[in-house]
Protein backbone atom coordinates (compact mmCIF):
# COMPACT_ATOMS: atom_id res chain seq x y z
CA UNK A 1 0.00 0.00 0.00
CA UNK A 2 1.47 3.36 -1.05
CA UNK A 3 1.61 6.32 1.37
CA UNK A 4 -1.07 7.60 -0.54
CA UNK A 5 -3.39 5.14 -0.89
CA UNK A 6 -2.83 4.47 3.37
CA UNK A 7 -3.73 8.04 3.75
CA UNK A 8 -7.31 7.61 1.56
CA UNK A 9 -7.66 3.94 3.45
CA UNK A 10 -7.17 5.83 6.82
CA UNK A 11 -9.64 8.95 6.28
CA UNK A 12 -12.32 6.84 4.86
CA UNK A 13 -12.41 3.38 7.34
CA UNK A 14 -13.43 3.60 10.62
CA UNK A 15 -11.13 3.22 13.78
CA UNK A 16 -11.90 -0.42 14.64
CA UNK A 17 -11.09 -0.86 11.08
CA UNK A 18 -8.19 0.73 11.16
CA UNK A 19 -6.86 -0.84 14.54
CA UNK A 20 -7.88 -4.19 13.12
CA UNK A 21 -5.65 -3.45 10.39
CA UNK A 22 -2.52 -3.10 11.88
CA UNK A 23 -3.29 -5.74 14.32
CA UNK A 24 -4.58 -4.47 17.32
CA UNK A 25 -7.57 -5.98 18.42
CA UNK A 26 -10.44 -4.29 19.21
CA UNK A 27 -13.89 -5.17 20.45
CA UNK A 28 -16.24 -2.68 19.65
CA UNK A 29 -18.24 -2.48 16.24
CA UNK A 30 -17.89 -0.52 13.23
CA UNK A 31 -20.76 2.06 13.29
CA UNK A 32 -21.62 5.78 13.22
CA UNK A 33 -25.12 4.54 14.36
CA UNK A 34 -26.67 6.68 17.12
CA UNK A 35 -27.83 3.93 19.77
CA UNK A 36 -31.66 3.02 18.94
CA UNK A 37 -33.80 4.92 21.94
CA UNK A 38 -36.36 3.02 21.72
CA UNK A 39 -38.47 1.22 23.90
CA UNK A 40 -38.91 -2.73 24.38
CA UNK A 41 -42.58 -3.29 24.50
CA UNK A 42 -43.94 -6.07 26.87
CA UNK A 43 -42.38 -8.98 28.66
CA UNK A 44 -41.28 -10.50 24.91
CA UNK A 45 -38.44 -7.56 24.90
CA UNK A 46 -35.22 -9.12 24.27
CA UNK A 47 -31.50 -7.76 24.44
CA UNK A 48 -28.55 -9.40 22.64
CA UNK A 49 -26.27 -9.12 25.79
CA UNK A 50 -27.41 -9.91 29.44
CA UNK A 51 -25.59 -6.95 30.14
CA UNK A 52 -26.66 -4.40 28.19
CA UNK A 53 -29.06 -2.06 29.77
CA UNK A 54 -32.96 -3.23 29.81
CA UNK A 55 -35.31 -0.57 28.71
CA UNK A 56 -39.21 -1.26 29.88
CA UNK A 57 -42.57 0.58 28.58
CA UNK A 58 -44.20 -0.41 31.56
CA UNK A 59 -47.15 1.42 30.08
CA UNK A 60 -47.97 -2.23 28.12
CA UNK A 61 -50.51 -4.32 29.98
CA UNK A 62 -47.48 -6.64 31.16
CA UNK A 63 -45.99 -4.16 33.25
CA UNK A 64 -49.86 -2.76 34.75
CA UNK A 65 -49.09 -3.37 39.02
CA UNK A 66 -46.62 -1.10 38.62
CA UNK A 67 -48.52 1.56 37.62
CA UNK A 68 -49.54 2.09 41.18
CA UNK A 69 -47.31 2.98 44.16
CA UNK A 70 -46.95 -0.20 46.36
CA UNK A 71 -47.14 -2.58 43.24
CA UNK A 72 -44.57 -5.01 42.13
CA UNK A 73 -43.61 -7.81 39.49
CA UNK A 74 -41.23 -10.78 39.35
CA UNK A 75 -40.16 -10.27 35.89
CA UNK A 76 -38.50 -13.99 35.24
CA UNK A 77 -37.73 -13.33 31.53
CA UNK A 78 -34.96 -10.54 33.30
CA UNK A 79 -34.60 -12.42 36.30
CA UNK A 80 -35.42 -9.11 38.17
CA UNK A 81 -37.76 -8.07 41.18
CA UNK A 82 -39.56 -4.57 39.90
CA UNK A 83 -41.69 -2.71 42.79
CA UNK A 84 -43.37 1.18 42.51
CA UNK A 85 -41.84 2.70 45.34
CA UNK A 86 -43.37 6.60 44.59
CA UNK A 87 -44.52 8.17 41.58
CA UNK A 88 -40.94 8.48 40.52
CA UNK A 89 -39.34 5.83 41.83
CA UNK A 90 -39.34 1.87 40.39
CA UNK A 91 -36.44 -0.08 42.45
CA UNK A 92 -35.17 -3.11 40.22
CA UNK A 93 -33.46 -6.03 41.77
CA UNK A 94 -31.50 -9.35 40.69
CA UNK A 95 -34.41 -12.08 41.70
CA UNK A 96 -32.04 -14.42 43.06
CA UNK A 97 -32.56 -15.16 46.58
CA UNK A 98 -29.69 -14.78 48.59
CA UNK A 99 -30.32 -17.52 50.68
CA UNK A 100 -30.42 -20.52 47.84
CA UNK A 101 -30.72 -18.88 44.55
CA UNK A 102 -34.20 -19.69 43.63
CA UNK A 103 -36.13 -16.88 41.86
CA UNK A 104 -39.84 -17.86 41.76
CA UNK A 105 -41.50 -17.41 44.60
CA UNK A 106 -41.53 -14.34 45.52
CA UNK A 107 -44.00 -12.34 47.84
CA UNK A 108 -43.81 -8.55 48.29
CA UNK A 109 -46.12 -7.28 52.11
CA UNK A 110 -45.13 -3.33 50.90
CA UNK A 111 -41.25 -2.84 52.46
CA UNK A 112 -39.81 -6.58 52.46
CA UNK A 113 -39.83 -9.27 49.69
CA UNK A 114 -40.16 -12.84 51.10
CA UNK A 115 -39.05 -16.13 49.07
CA UNK A 116 -41.16 -18.71 49.56
CA UNK A 117 -38.94 -21.68 49.63
CA UNK A 118 -37.55 -21.07 53.26
CA UNK A 119 -39.47 -18.12 54.23
CA UNK A 120 -36.73 -15.42 54.44
CA UNK A 121 -37.65 -11.88 54.28
CA UNK A 122 -35.54 -9.07 52.69
CA UNK A 123 -35.97 -5.05 52.62
CA UNK A 124 -36.96 -3.52 49.51
CA UNK A 125 -34.07 -1.02 49.87
CA UNK A 126 -30.96 -0.64 47.92
CA UNK A 127 -29.13 -1.61 50.94
CA UNK A 128 -30.20 -4.70 52.04
CA UNK A 129 -29.16 -7.88 50.81
CA UNK A 130 -30.84 -7.93 46.96
CA UNK A 131 -28.55 -6.88 44.70
CA UNK A 132 -30.19 -4.10 43.34
CA UNK A 133 -30.17 -1.92 39.75
CA UNK A 134 -29.94 1.60 38.78
CA UNK A 135 -33.03 2.17 37.30
CA UNK A 136 -34.29 5.30 35.79
CA UNK A 137 -37.97 5.85 35.10
CA UNK A 138 -38.84 8.78 32.86
CA UNK A 139 -42.68 8.92 32.38
CA UNK A 140 -43.26 5.28 31.31
CA UNK A 141 -40.12 4.53 30.15
CA UNK A 142 -38.03 2.45 32.87
CA UNK A 143 -34.07 1.94 31.72
CA UNK A 144 -32.27 -1.19 33.94
CA UNK A 145 -28.79 -1.35 33.96
CA UNK A 146 -26.94 -4.17 35.89
S1 LIG B 1 -34.02 -20.12 48.66
FE1 LIG B 1 -35.07 -18.32 49.19
S2 LIG B 1 -35.40 -18.55 51.33
FE2 LIG B 1 -34.25 -20.28 50.80
Not at 117 to 130: F, I, K, V
Request: aromatic letters at 10%.
Amino acid sequence: MSSKDRREFLKTACMPVVLAAFGISVLEACSTEEDDDSYEYGASGSTSNPSDPVKLDISSSDFNSLQTVGGWLNFTSKNILLVRISETEIRVFDNKCPHQGNRDKWTYNGSQFTCGYHNNSYSDSCSGALTCYDAELEGNNLTITF
